[in-house]
């Protein structure tokens, strides 16, 4: 069965709006990595965070972790067209080290 | 440096043959992983080496999927009796070790008539 839910599956936001994805596990997480795909490209390595309430951020990105290693978000301030495509997580369990993709969040800009 | 390399790029076969896929990692990048990945899903993980052996293969559908790394930086996807469910792009990527970040190659694009 499905063991991570990545919400929501797509968002549409006008550019200059805030854009957030998350990441949910019914089991702890060892660590998590986001990626981004362009349309067409392939994912590209964003952030790995694996502490427990860490947050990071890069530019306007702000990318969270639990406190209880089950979930975690991306967050994008002020949205603008280089951001357009699809955000990946990438987790690790911690049970038995399985390696799980979230089937992404893909980041629209209306016209 | 350059990056992860994958050939062909496209690949048309019909239904019932044999197709091998290949990818060049990144040079000293001891982990290198194998996914397919359908239109509108995430990668689908299907085998992840370290070195030159399968640390796991979990991910492989059946037994007509197999891979192999003979030494440890080279390696090769191989599908027998392709099936039209096989279509999909199938992206290598390689890291440093296991738990690094993943550079992924541009995919190799299976079309199966």
């Known amino acids: 069965g499905q063991q991570v839910m990545q919400i929501p599956q797509y968002q549409h936001v006008q550019e200059g709006e805030d854009f957030t994805t998350y990441c949910n596990s019914s089991t702890t997480l060892s660590n998590i990595q986001w990626y981004k795909q362009r349309p067409g490209g392939h994912p590209v390595f964003l952030i790995q965070?694996?502490?427990s309430g860490e947050v990071k951020k890069q530019k306007r990105l702000t990318f969270q972790f639990g406190e209880a290693k089950k979930n975690s978000s991306l967050h994008i301030t002020a949205t603008q067209t280089t951001d357009v495509g699809t955000y990946f997580c990438r987790v690790r369990r911690d049970s038995n080290y399985q390696l799980i993709w979230g089937a992404g969040t893909k980041l629209i800009i209306k016209p | 440096g350059a990056g992860v390399s994958q050939t062909p790029s496209n690949k048309v076969t019909e239904k019932g043959k044999y197709v091998e896929l290949r990818c060049d990692p990144i040079?000293?990048?001891?982990?290198l992983y194998w996914y397919r990945q359908s239109l509108g899903q995430g990668p689908e993980f299907l085998i992840y080496?370290?070195?030159?052996?399968?640390?796991?293969d979990s991910g492989l559908p059946n037994d007509r999927f197999f891979a192999v790394r003979p030494e440890g930086s080279v390696s090769t996807l191989k599908i027998q009796r392709t099936e039209r469910g096989d279509s999909a792009v199938y992206l290598c990527a390689s890291s440093r070790d296991r738990e690094d970040e993943q550079y992924f190659g541009p995919g190799t694009r299976l079309t199966v008539t």
């Open positions: 040079s000293g990048h001891t982990a």
């Open positions: 965070l694996v502490k």
């Open positions: 080496f370290q070195g030159t052996g399968a640390a796991d």
